[in-house]
């Protein structure tokens, strides 16, 4: 008996939890251009969509090679604040990339990330 009183406490603390977990869900990558580990046509534009604003002063991308040299990217954020853009100079070349992105939400929480995509 106490056993299973037990058991039903540390459920309705984990059904607690995760309702708290959830209200508090902030910002998430729903998207991005190119898709994480995809193979691409040669492109100047790399973009993170998010599920909610993010704050322009404090989110951005870089882009590193495959050397480790890091690419200059020209970074703003969308009219509507979900979406990072990284502008390059010029095409890029082919060849494996890592796009290191950091934003925050509305929250105030700081989120970084990262993915890869290869422009053939
Ligand atoms: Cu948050």
């Keep these: 008996m106490l056993n299973r009183q037990a058991l039903s406490f540390v459920g309705a603390v984990g059904a607690v939890f995760l309702i708290a977990t959830q209200a508090d869900a902030h910002a ?3 998207a991005s251009t190119p898709a994480a580990s995809a193979t691409v046509n040669s492109t100047r534009s790399i973009s993170v969509t998010f599920s ?10 870089d882009l590193v ?5 890091e690419i ?3 970074s703003s954020v969308s009219a509507d604040g979900k ?3 990284g502008q390059t100079a010029r095409p890029l070349s082919a060849g494996a990339y890592t796009v290191n992105w950091r934003a925050a939400s509305a929250d105030g929480h700081r989120m970084t990330g990262n993915f890869t995509f290869t422009v053939r």
Excluded: D, Y
């Design 28 to 30: 998430r990558v729903v």
């Design 52 to 61: 909610e604003r993010v704050a322009p002063a404090f989110s951005g991308l």
């Design 65 to 69: 090679g495959a050397s480790g040299s």
């Design 72 to 74: 200059a990217v020209t």
């Design 83 to 85: 979406t990072i853009t």
